[in-house]
Protein backbone atom coordinates (compact mmCIF):
# COMPACT_ATOMS: atom_id res chain seq x y z
CA UNK A 1 0.00 0.00 0.00
CA UNK A 2 1.32 3.54 -1.00
CA UNK A 3 0.86 6.40 1.24
CA UNK A 4 0.44 9.43 0.32
CA UNK A 5 2.96 11.97 1.56
CA UNK A 6 1.44 14.56 3.75
CA UNK A 7 0.34 18.25 2.22
CA UNK A 8 2.78 20.95 4.07
CA UNK A 9 0.43 22.71 6.71
CA UNK A 10 -0.59 26.05 6.01
CA UNK A 11 0.97 28.84 8.57
CA UNK A 12 -1.01 29.45 11.35
CA UNK A 13 -2.18 33.77 11.67
CA UNK A 14 -0.78 35.23 14.75
CA UNK A 15 -3.97 35.40 17.15
CA UNK A 16 -4.26 38.96 19.10
CA UNK A 17 -4.15 38.12 22.72
CA UNK A 18 -7.29 37.61 24.85
CA UNK A 19 -8.48 41.27 26.57
CA UNK A 20 -7.76 41.25 29.89
CA UNK A 21 -11.10 40.52 32.26
CA UNK A 22 -12.74 43.72 33.11
CA UNK A 23 -12.33 44.70 37.20
CA UNK A 24 -15.65 44.80 38.62
CA UNK A 25 -16.17 48.33 39.86
CA UNK A 26 -15.77 48.80 43.52
CA UNK A 27 -18.52 49.06 45.30
CA UNK A 28 -19.95 51.99 47.05
CA UNK A 29 -20.98 52.80 50.51
CA UNK A 30 -22.03 56.43 51.97
CA UNK A 31 -23.76 57.01 55.65
CA UNK A 32 -25.78 60.18 56.01
CA UNK A 33 -27.26 62.19 59.12
CA UNK A 34 -30.49 63.13 58.47
CA UNK A 35 -32.28 66.47 59.73
CA UNK A 36 -35.05 67.29 61.97
CA UNK A 37 -37.75 68.80 59.58
CA UNK A 38 -41.16 70.04 59.44
CA UNK A 39 -40.78 70.81 55.97
CA UNK A 40 -41.33 69.59 52.41
CA UNK A 41 -41.02 71.92 49.42
CA UNK A 42 -40.61 75.45 50.16
CA UNK A 43 -44.62 75.56 49.79
CA UNK A 44 -46.41 75.11 51.65
CA UNK A 45 -43.85 76.17 54.30
CA UNK A 46 -44.64 73.30 56.41
CA UNK A 47 -46.00 70.41 56.78
CA UNK A 48 -47.24 71.09 60.17
CA UNK A 49 -49.14 74.27 61.70
CA UNK A 50 -49.91 75.13 64.96
CA UNK A 51 -53.50 75.94 66.67
CA UNK A 52 -53.69 79.65 64.78
CA UNK A 53 -53.08 77.75 61.40
CA UNK A 54 -49.67 79.44 61.52
CA UNK A 55 -46.95 77.46 59.36
CA UNK A 56 -44.09 75.69 62.00
CA UNK A 57 -41.43 75.82 60.23
CA UNK A 58 -37.97 74.32 60.45
CA UNK A 59 -36.35 73.68 57.50
CA UNK A 60 -35.56 76.66 54.75
CA UNK A 61 -36.60 79.72 56.00
CA UNK A 62 -37.31 82.51 53.31
CA UNK A 63 -35.97 85.81 54.05
CA UNK A 64 -35.43 89.01 52.45
CA UNK A 65 -31.20 89.33 51.18
CA UNK A 66 -29.52 92.63 51.56
CA UNK A 67 -29.86 93.28 47.70
CA UNK A 68 -33.41 92.85 47.55
CA UNK A 69 -33.62 88.65 46.61
CA UNK A 70 -34.71 86.28 48.56
CA UNK A 71 -32.71 84.20 50.89
CA UNK A 72 -33.62 80.63 51.87
CA UNK A 73 -31.42 79.45 55.11
CA UNK A 74 -32.00 76.50 57.42
CA UNK A 75 -33.56 77.81 60.74
CA UNK A 76 -37.21 77.77 62.64
CA UNK A 77 -39.88 80.35 62.20
CA UNK A 78 -43.50 80.49 62.66
CA UNK A 79 -45.37 81.49 59.58
CA UNK A 80 -48.41 83.03 58.65
CA UNK A 81 -50.50 80.99 56.03
CA UNK A 82 -50.87 84.47 54.72
CA UNK A 83 -47.41 84.40 53.15
CA UNK A 84 -47.09 85.87 49.53
CA UNK A 85 -46.93 83.19 47.23
CA UNK A 86 -44.85 82.54 44.00
CA UNK A 87 -45.25 80.77 40.76
CA UNK A 88 -43.62 77.15 41.20
CA UNK A 89 -39.72 77.52 40.82
CA UNK A 90 -39.91 81.22 42.59
CA UNK A 91 -39.56 82.09 46.36
CA UNK A 92 -40.23 85.17 48.07
CA UNK A 93 -39.53 86.21 51.70
CA UNK A 94 -41.91 84.31 54.14
CA UNK A 95 -44.71 86.61 56.13
CA UNK A 96 -42.79 85.78 59.72
CA UNK A 97 -45.02 85.62 62.87
CA UNK A 98 -41.86 85.05 64.74
CA UNK A 99 -38.43 82.78 65.40
CA UNK A 100 -38.50 79.59 67.00
CA UNK A 101 -36.53 79.25 70.16
CA UNK A 102 -35.74 75.40 70.29
CA UNK A 103 -32.57 75.81 72.63
CA UNK A 104 -34.57 74.71 75.60
CA UNK A 105 -36.51 71.35 76.06
CA UNK A 106 -38.91 72.92 78.42
CA UNK A 107 -39.58 76.16 76.99
CA UNK A 108 -42.75 77.86 74.92
CA UNK A 109 -42.13 76.60 71.76
CA UNK A 110 -41.09 72.85 72.32
CA UNK A 111 -45.09 73.16 73.68
CA UNK A 112 -46.53 73.95 70.74
CA UNK A 113 -49.14 71.20 69.97
CA UNK A 114 -48.93 70.79 66.37
CA UNK A 115 -51.90 69.95 63.95
CA UNK A 116 -52.42 68.85 60.04
CA UNK A 117 -52.74 71.56 57.45
CA UNK A 118 -56.43 71.94 56.35
CA UNK A 119 -57.89 71.09 53.06
CA UNK A 120 -57.60 72.71 50.25
CA UNK A 121 -53.71 73.19 51.53
CA UNK A 122 -53.10 76.74 52.17
CA UNK A 123 -50.03 78.81 50.96
CA UNK A 124 -49.28 75.73 47.95
CA UNK A 125 -48.12 76.35 44.25
CA UNK A 126 -47.16 72.50 43.58
CA UNK A 127 -50.06 71.51 41.53
CA UNK A 128 -49.33 67.52 42.00
CA UNK A 129 -52.35 64.89 42.20
CA UNK A 130 -50.14 62.51 44.74
CA UNK A 131 -52.40 59.35 44.31
CA UNK A 132 -54.24 59.92 40.53
CA UNK A 133 -55.56 56.64 40.79
CA UNK A 134 -57.24 56.35 44.20
CA UNK A 135 -57.84 59.92 44.69
CA UNK A 136 -58.50 61.67 41.67
CA UNK A 137 -60.70 63.87 43.33
CA UNK A 138 -57.81 65.51 46.01
CA UNK A 139 -58.04 68.75 45.01
CA UNK A 140 -61.85 69.40 45.56
CA UNK A 141 -61.63 68.38 49.20
CA UNK A 142 -62.40 70.10 52.09
CA UNK A 143 -61.30 69.48 55.63
CA UNK A 144 -60.37 71.24 58.56
CA UNK A 145 -57.24 71.11 60.67
CA UNK A 146 -56.69 68.14 62.85
CA UNK A 147 -54.14 67.88 65.37
CA UNK A 148 -51.82 64.85 65.00
CA UNK A 149 -53.29 62.69 67.07
CA UNK A 150 -56.92 63.17 66.48
CA UNK A 151 -56.78 63.10 62.46
CA UNK A 152 -59.99 61.04 61.60
CA UNK A 153 -58.78 57.61 61.19
CA UNK A 154 -61.11 55.95 58.49
CA UNK A 155 -63.44 53.37 60.20
CA UNK A 156 -61.63 53.41 63.26
CA UNK A 157 -63.84 52.33 66.36
CA UNK A 158 -63.08 52.77 69.34
CA UNK A 159 -62.84 49.00 70.76
CA UNK A 160 -59.82 48.61 67.50
CA UNK A 161 -57.41 50.39 70.32
CA UNK A 162 -56.06 53.49 68.89
CA UNK A 163 -52.66 54.01 69.92
CA UNK A 164 -51.83 57.84 70.15
CA UNK A 165 -54.34 59.16 72.29
CA UNK A 166 -51.85 62.48 73.53
CA UNK A 167 -51.40 65.62 71.63
CA UNK A 168 -47.67 65.65 69.57
CA UNK A 169 -45.84 68.70 70.27
CA UNK A 170 -43.05 70.41 68.92
CA UNK A 171 -40.59 69.24 71.61
CA UNK A 172 -41.33 65.70 70.83
CA UNK A 173 -41.57 65.63 67.06
CA UNK A 174 -38.03 67.55 67.05
CA UNK A 175 -36.55 64.58 69.10
CA UNK A 176 -36.51 62.03 66.02
CA UNK A 177 -32.99 61.17 64.71
CA UNK A 178 -32.20 59.46 61.71
CA UNK A 179 -29.11 57.79 59.71
CA UNK A 180 -29.10 56.58 56.02
CA UNK A 181 -26.50 54.18 54.68
CA UNK A 182 -26.19 54.01 50.89
CA UNK A 183 -24.83 51.07 49.27
CA UNK A 184 -24.04 50.52 45.02
CA UNK A 185 -22.85 47.21 44.87
CA UNK A 186 -20.13 46.66 42.75
CA UNK A 187 -22.65 45.44 39.29
CA UNK A 188 -23.96 48.95 39.99
CA UNK A 189 -27.80 48.30 38.76
CA UNK A 190 -29.23 49.14 41.71
CA UNK A 191 -28.64 51.18 45.46
CA UNK A 192 -29.40 50.06 48.92
CA UNK A 193 -31.00 52.35 51.61
CA UNK A 194 -30.74 51.21 54.84
CA UNK A 195 -32.20 53.65 58.07
CA UNK A 196 -31.74 53.88 61.58
CA UNK A 197 -34.29 55.78 63.41
CA UNK A 198 -34.20 57.01 67.67
CA UNK A 199 -36.46 59.64 68.73
CA UNK A 200 -39.60 59.26 66.26
CA UNK A 201 -43.14 59.06 67.51
CA UNK A 202 -43.55 56.08 69.23
CA UNK A 203 -46.58 53.48 67.89
CA UNK A 204 -46.78 55.25 64.60
CA UNK A 205 -46.78 54.02 61.03
CA UNK A 206 -43.90 56.14 58.48
CA UNK A 207 -43.09 55.89 55.60
CA UNK A 208 -40.10 56.50 53.56
CA UNK A 209 -40.10 58.53 50.36
CA UNK A 210 -37.82 59.73 47.71
CA UNK A 211 -37.80 62.91 45.92
CA UNK A 212 -36.08 63.30 42.26
CA UNK A 213 -34.29 65.69 40.74
CA UNK A 214 -37.80 66.69 37.86
CA UNK A 215 -40.23 66.30 41.28
CA UNK A 216 -39.94 70.12 41.36
CA UNK A 217 -38.85 71.09 37.82
CA UNK A 218 -41.61 74.20 36.92
CA UNK A 219 -41.34 72.90 33.63
CA UNK A 220 -43.34 69.93 34.54
CA UNK A 221 -42.96 67.89 37.62
CA UNK A 222 -42.78 64.79 38.08
CA UNK A 223 -44.90 62.55 40.83
CA UNK A 224 -43.08 61.93 43.87
CA UNK A 225 -42.71 58.51 44.89
CA UNK A 226 -42.16 56.02 47.31
CA UNK A 227 -38.74 54.71 48.40
CA UNK A 228 -39.55 51.33 47.73
CA UNK A 229 -42.80 49.29 48.24
CA UNK A 230 -44.40 49.41 50.60
CA UNK A 231 -42.91 51.75 52.19
CA UNK A 232 -43.77 51.77 55.43
CA UNK A 233 -42.93 51.06 58.85
CA UNK A 234 -43.77 51.77 62.78
CA UNK A 235 -41.91 53.35 65.12
CA UNK A 236 -42.11 51.14 68.78
CA UNK A 237 -42.94 52.05 72.21
CA UNK A 238 -39.63 53.76 72.99
CA UNK A 239 -39.76 55.88 69.12
CA UNK A 240 -36.84 53.05 67.46
CA UNK A 241 -37.06 51.81 64.21
CA UNK A 242 -35.11 50.23 61.36
CA UNK A 243 -36.02 50.60 57.64
CA UNK A 244 -34.43 49.13 54.13
CA UNK A 245 -35.13 49.39 50.32
CA UNK A 246 -33.59 48.63 47.40
CA UNK A 247 -34.12 50.71 44.19
CA UNK A 248 -33.41 49.84 40.71
CA UNK A 249 -30.72 52.38 39.07
CA UNK A 250 -31.86 55.52 41.26
CA UNK A 251 -28.47 57.56 40.21
CA UNK A 252 -28.83 57.23 36.44
CA UNK A 253 -25.35 59.43 35.10
CA UNK A 254 -26.37 62.83 34.60
CA UNK A 255 -27.75 63.86 30.99
CA UNK A 256 -28.81 60.76 30.32
CA UNK A 257 -31.88 61.23 28.53
CA UNK A 258 -35.24 60.52 30.33
CA UNK A 259 -33.30 60.28 33.33
CA UNK A 260 -34.47 61.04 36.64
CA UNK A 261 -31.93 60.67 39.74
CA UNK A 262 -32.90 60.70 43.65
CA UNK A 263 -31.79 63.62 44.98
CA UNK A 264 -33.37 63.60 48.54
CA UNK A 265 -35.29 61.08 50.98
CA UNK A 266 -38.03 61.89 53.27
CA UNK A 267 -39.17 59.88 56.37
CA UNK A 268 -43.16 60.93 56.76
CA UNK A 269 -45.35 60.26 59.81
CA UNK A 270 -48.33 59.80 58.50
CA UNK A 271 -51.21 60.88 60.81
CA UNK A 272 -54.41 59.10 59.63
CA UNK A 273 -51.96 56.21 60.14
CA UNK A 274 -52.29 54.67 56.37
CA UNK A 275 -50.13 53.50 53.49
CA UNK A 276 -50.57 53.83 50.14
CA UNK A 277 -49.36 51.89 47.80
CA UNK A 278 -47.45 53.11 44.68
CA UNK A 279 -48.30 57.16 46.09
CA UNK A 280 -47.20 58.26 48.97
CA UNK A 281 -50.18 60.16 50.17
CA UNK A 282 -53.79 61.05 49.38
CA UNK A 283 -52.93 64.87 49.85
CA UNK A 284 -49.62 65.57 50.84
CA UNK A 285 -47.82 68.19 51.78
CA UNK A 286 -48.91 68.16 55.18
CA UNK A 287 -53.01 66.89 54.58
CA UNK A 288 -51.76 63.43 55.76
CA UNK A 289 -47.96 62.91 55.37
CA UNK A 290 -45.99 65.62 57.67
CA UNK A 291 -42.02 65.29 56.56
CA UNK A 292 -39.98 64.33 60.15
CA UNK A 293 -36.12 63.22 58.59
CA UNK A 294 -34.28 64.20 55.59
CA UNK A 295 -31.14 65.92 54.32
CA UNK A 296 -30.68 69.61 54.05
CA UNK A 297 -30.16 69.76 50.43
CA UNK A 298 -29.62 67.50 46.94
CA UNK A 299 -27.36 64.31 47.52
CA UNK A 300 -26.08 61.32 46.17
CA UNK A 301 -23.49 63.18 43.42
CA UNK A 302 -21.00 61.18 44.28
CA UNK A 303 -22.75 57.25 42.94
CA UNK A 304 -23.79 56.70 39.64
CA UNK A 305 -25.60 53.58 38.35
CA UNK A 306 -26.74 51.85 35.46
CA UNK A 307 -29.79 50.35 33.83
CA UNK A 308 -29.96 46.23 34.43
CA UNK A 309 -28.58 44.55 31.46
Not at 64 to 86: F, I, K, N, R
Not at 223 to 241: E, Q, T
Not at 272 to 301: C, E, R, T
Amino acid sequence: MTIAPEAPAAPVAPTAPAPAPTAPAAPMTRTYDLSVTTQGPLYPPSEIVDENGDFVVIGRVNRPGADGSTVSAWGGAVVSPDSPLPPLGQNLPYDIVRELDLTDPAGPDAQVQLFTLPLPLPCNNYPMLFAPEQRPDAHDVRRPSYPLHGAPIPDLREEDGPKLREPITLGQWTKARGQLEVHVPAHGRSADFSFAFTGLIPDSLYTVMSLREHDLDPAGPTRPGPLGVPNAFISDSNGMAHYRATLPNPFPAPGTPGSNRVINVVVLWMSYQQNYGGAIGHFGLGGDIHAQLKLQGPSFGEFTTEPAK
